[in-house]
């Protein structure tokens, strides 16, 4: 088992080299997902039209359960792009550098997963042909939307995070569009020229561009928090039992960093089979994003426990009953799946053995996801199926419109992260070229001696000595 | 509104937005319903249906929880008398029944919440619900702690009211189309005919002038529907109101999350008033010879 990061001998031309040809020549794998991409994309297609033709009538929804799935499924894709921003972001001001080789996909995954995500409320919507009404624009007739709606705070926070995000993304792949730029042909060679803003690498361009990305990630960090907060007031600002919790913020939180680490354990796996990445997605590195989803898994546990005790030893009766009932009524099952995929299948991580066999990784990652899937459903769910008046108490079931649709959102958002992977490189190419270059000098004793000494530092070798210098 | 305003008003304005946003309200639409006159004959509901052009969905879609009864009788049994003997399988008193339609909160939910403002509080102190403008996220009917808002899940026009029975169809209100959340507006098209009338006659609107359809149905004259402001202020001039004379008779106040009544046999109780909602219809509670 290799204990480095990555290969620190590897030479440059043969990073450019390896990174290039994963966008020309994938393995059948990738050809496999695209297709069962787009078959799943179609049955939402298929269910999408029906809906809009026919109504909300034909998805099961009912009253009291005039929310089910398409709201569910939209936390969870809101939550999933959280990861991204964590990997990208977050481990790069605090300069985990092991984060190099796999924040371009995952930075990626943040884009399509929004992407998705923004589809959901426009489906859900009965009258999706006004939904731009939720949008302050001006009109004739001076009417705007409601700002004390948190549904509007959504639509404001997930189009800034989108457009950020796509920004970040967008601005981190400069240096790797103009290599792609200098090896491409034909429309590909247009492509790339226009997206790399004339990128030739000098000193001010490679200073103007720190600083921007540096910018970018101060500026993402608040905001990627902050979208999960909102989306949890959704719930958190209405009066129901069960949504009415004054934890949901950080919990949102918590669950989307869980549910998107997995994703990119995931995504990891996929990539590093389809494009024959194993030299830089490295078993070293997928160890780290298992230990980091291990510890925000317990982070989600503990929030989990917060939000029932507090329920339990509070006063309000409706919401303790509603705790009861998650617990032993009609949504039990899913319930106790989650909480066994959410808690306690993460201690399978604790073993080396499994988070070093890739195919259990990758069906463990699945597992999560589909817990933390039934982390939302159990959040919107059990509250309309029993809430205040007893006359209204209900369980439904989502019809077929509904699940199509579900399972068409993961074909979508497999297509446009496919697409993505196909025609940018998904690894990057100079930061892993920076990993590697720091890494080699830190090895050498002499040139880390140089490069790394502050004026306060101790030297590498002075542990023995004592302070004599201080 | 200026800043200067806001600061020195800021209280007023506060309070103001807790009551729903107005402060000078023109009427205060408000309901008694007495249980205890409630026979559960439905006919209440079956008013609704023709006064406001509700969609007959099926019996497959009441079924499925896609009904359209702005107004429902809720039936409630007591815990069944299961003695040695079985005698009954039900409490000897019956049923209970509770007539449910939109309480008209003054501290609504379900306004604040709409992402296009398209349910909003009237000076009339009604709960409007502006169809036109509603885009169907249903976020309202979900924060709804009565459950009192009904979403058309279909397009019901034609299957509801084949022809010729379209010719039936109340022209004083729009019939909606799918995608759209719909409620109780307490017969807000009577309303505004009878707030007109008494303005072309150049008077105030009387009690009795106005009746919503469930209340001139209700053959044992449970439901009783009228002006409460007159209770804030007793020296308008205007006769209170009969609504508003058993309000103050069962010393139920609006804006209270708790009454304090001076006896125990008062009758009077507003629903789920605890979570601070303030409803505009208050119960009588059913007498028991037990």
Same mark, same amino acid.
Request: overall charge neutral.
């Given at each position: 088992?290799?204990?480095?990061?990555?290969?620190?001998?590897?030479?440059?031309?043969?990073?450019?080299?390896?990174?290039?040809?994963?966008?020309?020549?994938?393995?059948?794998?990738?050809?496999?997902?695209?297709?069962?991409?787009?078959?799943?994309?179609?049955?939402?297609?298929?269910?999408?039209?029906?809906?809009?033709?026919?109504?909300?009538?034909?998805?099961?929804?009912?009253?009291?359960?005039?929310?089910?799935?398409?709201?569910?499924?939209?936390?969870?894709?809101?939550?999933?792009?959280?990861?991204?921003?964590?990997?990208?972001?977050?481990?790069?001001?605090?300069?985990?550098?092991?984060?190099?080789?796999?924040?371009?996909?995952?930075?990626?995954?943040?884009?399509?997963?929004?992407?998705?995500?923004?589809?959901?409320?426009?489906?859900?919507?009965?009258?999706?042909?006004?939904?731009?009404?939720?949008?302050?624009?001006?009109?004739?007739?001076?009417?705007?939307?409601?700002?004390?709606?948190?549904?509007?705070?959504?639509?404001?926070?997930?189009?800034?995070?989108?457009?950020?995000?796509?920004?970040?993304?967008?601005?981190?792949?400069?240096?790797?569009?103009?290599?792609?730029?200098?090896?491409?042909?034909?429309?590909?060679?247009?492509?790339?020229?226009?997206?790399?803003?004339?990128?030739?690498?000098?000193?001010?361009?490679?200073?103007?561009?720190?600083?921007?990305?540096?910018?970018?990630?101060? +500026?993402?960090?608040?905001?990627?928090?902050?979208?999960?907060?909102?989306?949890?007031?959704?719930?958190?600002?209405?009066?129901?039992?069960?949504?009415?919790?004054?934890?949901?913020?950080?919990?949102?939180?918590?669950?989307?960093?869980?549910?998107?680490?997995?994703?990119?354990?995931?995504?990891?796996?996929?990539?590093?089979?389809?494009?024959?990445?194993?030299?830089?997605?490295?078993?070293?590195?997928?160890?780290?994003?298992?230990?980091?989803? +291990?510890?925000?898994?317990?982070?989600?546990?503990?929030?989990?426990?917060?939000?029932?005790?507090?329920?339990?030893?509070?006063?309000?009766?409706?919401?303790?009953?509603?705790?009861?009932?998650?617990?032993?009524?009609?949504?039990?099952?899913?319930?106790?799946?989650?909480?066994?995929?959410?808690?306690?299948?993460?201690?399978?991580?604790?073993?080396?053995?499994?988070?070093?066999?890739?195919?259990?990784?990758?069906?463990?990652?699945?597992?999560?996801?589909?817990?933390?899937?039934?982390?939302?459903?159990?959040?919107?769910?059990?509250?309309?199926?029993?809430?205040?008046?007893?006359?209204?108490?209900?369980?439904?079931?989502?019809?077929?419109?509904?699940?199509?649709?579900?399972?068409?959102?993961?074909?979508?958002?497999?297509?446009?992260?496919?697409? +993505?992977?196909?025609?940018?490189?998904?690894?990057?190419?100079?930061?892993?070229?920076?990993?590697?270059?720091?890494?080699?000098?830190?090895?050498?004793?002499?040139?880390?001696?140089?490069?790394?000494?502050?004026?306060?530092?101790?030297?590498?070798?002075?542990?023995?000595?004592?302070?004599?210098?201080? | 509104?200026?800043?200067?305003?806001?600061?020195?008003?800021?209280?007023?304005?506060?309070?103001?937005?807790?009551?729903?946003?107005?402060?000078?309200?023109?009427?205060?639409?408000?309901?008694?319903?007495?249980?205890?006159?409630?026979?559960?004959?439905?006919?209440?509901?079956?008013?609704?249906?023709?006064?406001?052009?509700?969609?007959?969905?099926?019996?497959?879609?009441?079924?499925?929880?896609?009904?359209?009864?702005? $107004?429902? $009788?809720?039936?409630?049994?007591?815990?069944?008398?299961?003695?040695?003997?079985?005698?009954?399988? *039900?409490?000897?008193?019956?049923?209970?029944?509770?007539?449910?339609?939109?309480?008209?909160?003054?501290?609504?939910?379900?306004?604040?919440?709409?992402?296009?403002?398209?349910?909003?509080?009237?000076?009339?102190?009604?709960?409007?619900?502006? *169809?036109?403008?509603?885009?169907?996220?249903?976020?309202?009917?979900?924060?709804?702690?009565?459950?009192?808002?009904?979403?058309?899940? *279909?397009?019901? *026009?034609?299957?509801?009211?084949?022809?010729?029975?379209? $010719?039936?169809?109340?022209?004083?209100?729009?019939?909606?189309?799918?995608?759209?959340?719909?409620?109780?507006?307490?017969?807000?098209?009577?309303?505004?005919?009878?707030?007109?009338?008494?303005?072309?006659?150049?008077?105030?609107?009387?009690?009795?002038?106005?009746?919503?359809?469930?209340?001139?149905?209700?053959?044992?004259?449970?439901?009783?529907?009228?002006?409460?402001?007159?209770?804030?202020?007793?020296?308008?001039?205007?006769?209170?109101?009969?609504?508003?004379?058993?309000?103050?008779?069962?010393?139920?106040?609006?804006?209270?999350?708790?009454?304090?009544?001076?006896?125990?046999?008062?009758?009077?109780?507003?629903?789920?008033?605890?979570?601070?909602?303030?409803?505009?219809?208050?119960?009588?509670?059913?007498?028991?010879?037990?």
């Amino acid at each position: 088992m290799p204990t480095r990061d990555i290969n620190e001998d590897i030479k440059w031309a043969q990073i450019n080299k390896d990174v290039l040809r994963s966008m020309e020549k994938p393995r059948m794998g990738y050809w496999v997902a695209v297709v069962v991409s787009i078959t799943l994309l179609m049955f939402a297609v298929g269910a999408e039209i029906y809906q809009y033709n026919v109504g909300m009538g034909p998805a099961n929804l009912n009253w009291p359960h005039m929310w089910d799935l398409y709201i569910a499924t939209f936390i969870f894709w809101i939550g999933m792009s959280h990861s991204g921003t964590l990997l990208s972001a977050i481990l790069h001001i605090i300069q985990a550098d092991w984060r190099k080789p796999i924040y371009r996909f995952a930075e990626a995954m943040t884009t399509f997963t929004l992407m998705t995500a923004g589809l959901f409320p426009i489906i859900h919507i009965g009258r999706l042909w006004n939904m731009y009404w939720v949008l302050p624009y001006f009109s004739d007739r001076g009417i705007w939307p409601n700002f004390r709606s948190p549904l509007v705070w959504d639509a404001f926070a997930i189009s800034t995070y989108l457009t950020s995000s796509a920004l970040f993304l967008f601005i981190g792949m400069i240096p790797d569009l103009s290599i792609c730029r200098d090896n491409a042909r034909g429309w590909r060679k247009k492509l790339y020229t226009v997206l790399s803003l004339g990128w030739r690498g000098d000193d001010r361009q490679w200073r103007n561009f720190r600083k921007t990305y540096m910018l970018m990630a101060c +500026f993402l960090i608040p905001l990627a928090v902050s979208v999960h907060s909102i989306v949890s007031s959704d719930f958190a600002m209405s009066i129901m039992p069960g949504w009415h919790v004054t934890t949901f913020p950080p919990y949102f939180v918590a669950g989307a960093l869980y549910s998107g680490c997995a994703a990119i354990i995931t995504l990891f796996i996929l990539l590093r089979y389809f494009f024959r990445f194993e030299q830089y997605m490295t078993m070293p590195i997928l160890d780290k994003t298992i230990k980091l989803t +291990f510890a925000i898994a317990m982070v989600w546990t503990y929030l989990n426990i917060i939000e029932f005790s507090s329920i339990w030893y509070g006063h309000d009766m409706v919401a303790k009953e509603l705790l009861l009932s998650k617990f032993n009524g009609p949504y039990a099952p899913y319930f106790w799946a989650m909480i066994f995929l959410g808690s306690v299948l993460p201690f399978a991580l604790a073993f080396e053995k499994v988070r070093h066999h890739i195919p259990t990784m990758f069906v463990i990652s699945l597992l999560l996801n589909v817990g933390m899937w039934l982390e939302r459903w159990m959040i919107v769910t059990p509250t309309l199926s029993l809430s205040y008046h007893p006359f209204a108490f209900d369980v439904m079931w989502p019809s077929w419109v509904q699940w199509f649709i579900v399972l068409g959102s993961f074909g979508w958002f497999g297509l446009l992260f496919l697409v +993505f992977v196909k025609i940018v490189p998904s690894v990057s190419m100079y930061e892993v070229k920076e990993m590697i270059f720091h890494r080699r000098h830190l090895a050498n004793k002499d040139i880390a001696e140089v490069m790394h000494r502050r004026e306060s530092d101790r030297s590498p070798d002075s542990a023995g000595r004592g302070l004599e210098g201080a | 509104m200026s800043l200067n305003h806001i600061l020195n008003d800021w209280s007023k304005y506060r309070r103001g937005r807790e009551e729903g946003g107005f402060h000078d309200y023109e009427h205060m639409w408000g309901m008694v319903i007495d249980l205890d006159k409630c026979t559960g004959c439905n006919a209440c509901a079956v008013a609704c249906y023709a006064e406001n052009n509700l969609a007959v969905v099926g019996k497959e879609r009441i079924g499925k929880g896609q009904g359209m009864h702005w $107004l429902r $009788l809720e039936r409630y049994w007591d815990e069944p008398d299961l003695g040695e003997e079985r005698v009954s399988d *039900y409490q000897h008193h019956g049923a209970s029944y509770v007539p449910m339609m939109c309480q008209q909160c003054n501290a609504a939910t379900c306004e604040p919440v709409c992402p296009v403002a398209a349910t909003y509080h009237t000076p009339d102190g009604l709960n409007a619900q502006v *169809y036109n403008r509603c885009i169907g996220s249903r976020y309202c009917s979900n924060n709804c702690p009565y459950r009192l808002r009904y979403f058309n899940f *279909y397009s019901y *026009y034609e299957e509801s009211w084949p022809s010729p029975l379209n $010719l039936q169809l109340n022209p004083d209100l729009s019939v909606r189309d799918k995608g759209v959340m719909e409620k109780c507006t307490f017969c807000v098209q009577r309303i505004r005919t009878g707030k007109d009338a008494a303005r072309r006659e150049d008077r105030q609107v009387q009690d009795g002038d106005i009746q919503t359809a469930c209340a001139q149905t209700c053959p044992t004259r449970a439901i009783t529907f009228g002006d409460l402001l007159n209770l804030h202020d007793p020296a308008s001039g205007n006769a209170d109101s009969k609504a508003a004379r058993l309000w103050r008779k069962h010393q139920v106040e609006l804006g209270k999350t708790k009454q304090n009544k001076q006896t125990a046999d008062l009758r009077g109780y507003r629903i789920l008033e605890a979570l601070n909602t303030d409803p505009c219809v208050m119960f009588l509670e059913r007498v028991r010879d037990v």
